[in-house]
């Protein structure tokens, strides 16, 4: 029997294209790293399955379901977070025996290494209408950022007029989100919910985790100059 295809992925037959590596993300560094890795691994000088002590393996299903869009996936998507492979790594996709796979580095970031994997295996799915890399980082980009980063949810988190974002802040947004917080910047300004110069002003913000949690909150009777000095005033 034929195995069943998720409603939400569109049939194709990978089976008569090649290995290939589809997106490479990072800088030069990064994608050169990208390339042996994927050209030791056609070559059969590591293994992916099993994989051992190299990767930790799982499936991309609920990311394909929480994108919620029929694009044509491979029937079988993986996500590989690999271990000790460098600071300079940071991620590609490929088709390899007739599977998809995401590899990420396991060093990364939480947020950062889940955005990279959503935005690699979406990847899988654009890219038989994207050749062009450049062409299918951006709209991958723009697809995780429509569905990760609803423009009503991005805009609770910055009123009209506000000019500065803690770290504690910056860090609860990018948990939130699960996305790295310039990526929900990038966004904010894209929707026009922050301007230029707010843009530029919260790039410079390092999102850091507070020990103690504060609870936020804002009385009825209160200003936001109120707000802004409750927000504030522990620093």
Not at 13 to 19: E, L, M, T
Not at 44 to 57: C, H, Q, T, Y
Request: proline share 6%; hydrophobic share 45%.
């Amino acid at each position: 029997m034929a195995k069943r295809i998720p409603k939400n992925q569109l049939p194709l037959d990978y089976s008569v294209h090649a290995d290939r590596m589809v997106l490479a993300l990072g800088q030069v560094e990064s994608q050169q790293v990208a390339e042996v890795l994927f050209n030791d691994l056609v070559a059969g000088n590591w293994l992916i399955e099993p994989a051992g002590e190299v990767a930790d393996v799982s499936s991309a299903q609920d990311i394909i379901n929480n994108i919620g869009l029929r694009l044509p996936y491979p029937e079988t998507v993986k996500v590989a977070q690999l271990h000790g492979i460098g600071t300079l790594f940071t991620g590609f996709s490929a088709v390899f025996r007739q599977k998809g796979w995401v590899f990420v580095n396991a060093q990364a970031e939480a947020n950062e290494r889940c955005y990279h994997t959503y935005l690699l295996t979406v990847s899988l799915g654009l890219s038989r209408s994207y050749p062009n890399a450049a062409s299918l980082a951006q709209r991958a980009e723009q697809l995780v950022f429509e569905t990760q980063l609803p423009p009503k949810e991005v805009g609770t988190f910055f009123y009209e007029g506000i000019t500065k974002i803690p770290g504690f802040l910056a860090a609860d947004i990018a948990d939130f989100f699960k996305v790295p917080f310039p990526m929900v910047l990038k966004r904010a300004l894209q929707l026009e919910i922050i301007t230029d110069e707010q843009y530029r002003n919260f790039m410079t913000v390092q999102p850091a985790r507070s020990e103690k949690p504060r609870e936020l909150f804002v009385a009825q009777e209160g200003s936001m100059d109120d707000f802004e000095a409750q927000l504030f005033g522990g620093e």
